[in-house]
Nanobody
Framework: QVQLVEFGGGLVQAGGSLRLSCAASGSIWSINAMGWYRQAPGKQRELVARIFSSGSRNYADSVKGRFTISRDNAKNTVDLQMNSLKSEDTAVYYC????????WGQGTQVTVSS
């Protein structure tokens, strides 16, 4: 089992920045990748960014150049720095830990006002 606790989120004006953090505990050895997904009202959950144990990263096209994912293996945390936020970034953001089994955080709301 892996437990994920998310921090951050909130309300910000368009053009502003937010930082999300996620702390993992439990069977950390089973995690191959950690990431952030988001789900806006009426839409499917979508990948925002993912970082693998190797350090490689991938991003959704919509956030490239604005968001940065980072991982601290010693602390078992993954952060998402979000800059130049747009109203369309408004969603519930979920931390994920992916391996043989995928785990999810409880979600944190990000609201970008225009």
């Amino acid at each position: 089992q892996v437990q994920l606790v998310e921090f951050g989120g909130g309300l910000v004006q368009a053009g502003g920045s937010l930082r999300l953090s996620c702390a993992a505990s439990g069977s950390i050895w089973s995690i191959n990748a950690m990431g952030w997904y988001r789900q806006a009202p009426g839409k499917q959950r979508e990948l925002v960014a993912r970082i693998f144990s190797s350090g490689s990263r991938n991003y959704a096209d919509s956030v490239k150049g604005r968001f940065t994912i980072s991982r601290d293996n010693a602390k078992n945390t993954v952060d998402l720095q979000m800059n130049s936020l747009k109203s369309e970034d408004t969603a519930v953001y979920y931390c994920s830990a992916e391996g043989m089994v995928d785990y999810w955080g409880q979600g944190t709301q990000v609201t970008v006002s225009s």
